[in-house]
């Protein structure tokens, strides 16, 4: 079907819906950008595992350092 049989208000009703679907998509794709760079979330996620891995880290420092000072 050619666009010169299509009656002028088809073409316009399907303009506007493909602009609200092309707004809808604009809008859940800058969401989810905003969600992926949102700072504050992605530390929140790796906060407890680093908390972990830093204390194990001084724990080994420091049973290292002791061990160096107290061996005869």
Do not use: C, I
Request: proline share 3%.
């Amino acid at each position: 079907m050619s666009s010169s049989n299509v009656p002028s208000y088809t073409l316009e009703m399907r303009a506007a819906d493909q602009r609200r679907r092309l707004h809808s998509s604009v809008v859940e794709l800058r969401s989810k950008v905003r969600e992926k760079l949102d700072v504050k979330q992605t530390a929140r996620q790796y906060v407890p595992a680093l908390s972990g891995a830093a204390a194990l880290l001084g724990m080994l420092v420091g049973y290292g350092l002791t061990g160096m000072f107290t061996r005869h």
